[in-house]
């Protein structure tokens, strides 16, 4: 085991499969050996490398696997695979053919696009599994945009809310963060070709259409320039999968919080067990969320030094982003397939719910009884009224409303007061809205 994202036992749960196989190490190489390939192709189709040649190098590099381990005393050596794939594939084609395979390129255009493919391929899977995601959560709020709960605020009892509104809150930011990665995909979908410095010098002023070429075959945009020095699409990428993560562990923390047995408003239905204790139904789906949010985040933190590359080239920080940047792809990513077992793995404990609200004793009704009173007094007056009434609901066991009426003469429809459903605001009417938007 390197790391919890690749260990045997703990893969399954901190990274998700399908895009942590997007940066193993035989998908690093099959992207780089695609960019010499369509390097190749494309520079013989300009006429910059005999003809035939990049046809040879393609069809002799397709479906050609080199082993990882062959490539690791390179590395060691010069800090890149580059190199050392190389020769290997040298040794593949004719000489006077791989003369030209990598023809006026620099490793970091190759790190850089083959990085860039897989990068394309994981928001493919991440956008699905998001996409999933928001429908179920939405699901979930239309289910519940009548269960009135206790709102709670500071951790505290604090005004009535509906269930369905806390899962639109948990929504609307993953719906943004949707539109963020559609917004961000032109500045980081980009391909990379400068040559050593970024002048393309070695080219003689056709740098600029073979990126071109490149780009159409790989379907990537065109940059303003070759960005190898400039890594803030990165950065931005970076941030964008900690900002998701970080969504889905308000999700996670606010599950966990409604699971304790004090409140048992979320039911578990396949909960982790104590070696110890049978009583135990821990939260572990929950937890995870929170856990993949703080490691997303300082991740990200650590890929903004990576904006500190100095001159044309910058192997510090190109291994801090090798060190941070796959393992932070696929932790985020992690984190909506893990919110997705969430709701699969919970539900709604009305019971519970019900039995909270009777236990708050109408503690809860305490803004909305004061913003009546004022129809009919001073603030002032108002808020010591209620103040009283609430201390008396607790000394007394009894219902807050109830202890207001016999403390005022106001003429209140005391029982319209009393009932939660009268006093939910716009929370109905903004879940329609949420779901109503989704739908169409």
């Known amino acids: 085991m390197v790391s919890a994202l690749d260990s045997a036992f703990t893969s399954r749960v901190y990274a998700d499969e399908e895009t942590a196989a997007l940066f193993s190490d035989e998908a690093e190489i099959d992207a780089l050996i695609k960019f010499e390939r369509e390097l190749a192709l494309a520079q013989e189709s300009l006429g910059i490398i005999p003809p035939g040649t990049g046809r040879e190098i393609s069809t002799d590099l397709d479906d050609f696997k080199v082993a990882p381990a062959s490539l690791a005393q390179g590395y060691a050596k010069d800090g890149i695979p580059i190199p050392t794939l190389l020769e290997i594939l040298r040794q593949k084609l004719k000489a006077k053919t791989a003369t030209y395979l990598h023809f006026g390129a620099t490793s970091q255009d190759a790190l850089d696009t083959a990085l860039i493919i897989r990068i394309r391929s994981a928001t493919t899977v991440i ?17 519940h945009k009548s269960t009135v709960m206790i709102g709670r605020t500071r951790n505290q009892n604090a005004a009535p809310t509906v269930f369905g509104l806390k899962v639109v809150n948990w929504i609307t930011p993953l719906k943004r963060q949707r539109e ?43 940059p303003d320039a070759p960005w190898h020095t400039q890594r803030d699409s990165i950065i931005e990428f970076a941030n964008w999968l900690s900002m998701t993560a970080g969504q889905l562990g308000k999700v996670g923390k606010d599950l966990m919080l409604l699971s304790q047995n004090e409140i048992h408003e979320i039911n578990i239905s396949n909960p982790g067990k104590s070696s110890t204790m049978p009583n135990k139904a821990n939260p572990v789906l929950f937890e995870t969320l929170v856990s993949l949010a703080a490691f997303c985040r300082n991740n990200a933190d650590l890929l903004e030094q990576t904006a500190l590359t100095s001159h044309e080239r910058d192997g510090v920080c190109m291994k801090i982003e090798r060190l941070a940047l796959p393992s932070l792809i696929c932790a985020a990513s992690a984190s909506i397939v893990r919110a997705r077992d969430c709701l699969k793995n919970m539900s709604v404990n009305i019971n519970a719910i019900q039995k909270n609200i009777v236990a708050d004793r109408g503690l809860i009704m305490a803004e909305v009884a004061l913003f009546s009173l004022m129809n009919f007094t001073t603030r002032e007056k108002a808020t010591a009224l209620v103040s009283q009434a609430c201390e ?46 989704h739908h169409g």
């Open 392 to 437: 008396s609901c607790i000394t007394n066991k009894s219902h807050m409303i109830d202890e207001l009426k016999s403390l005022s003469d106001f003429d209140l429809d005391w029982e319209s007061l009393k009932s939660l459903k009268n006093h939910l605001g716009d929370a109905q009417q903004i879940i329609e809205k949420v779901v109503n938007d």
């Open 127 to 143: 956008k699905q599994n998001l996409n999933h995601l928001i429908t179920e959560l939405i699901d979930l709020a239309n289910k």
């Open 180 to 222: 963020r990665l559609e917004e961000l995909a032109p500045r980081l979908l980009v391909v990379q070709f400068g040559g050593s410095v970024g002048t393309n010098s070695a080219l003689r002023k056709r740098g600029g259409d073979v990126c071109n070429k490149l780009a159409q075959a790989l379907d990537l945009s065109l």
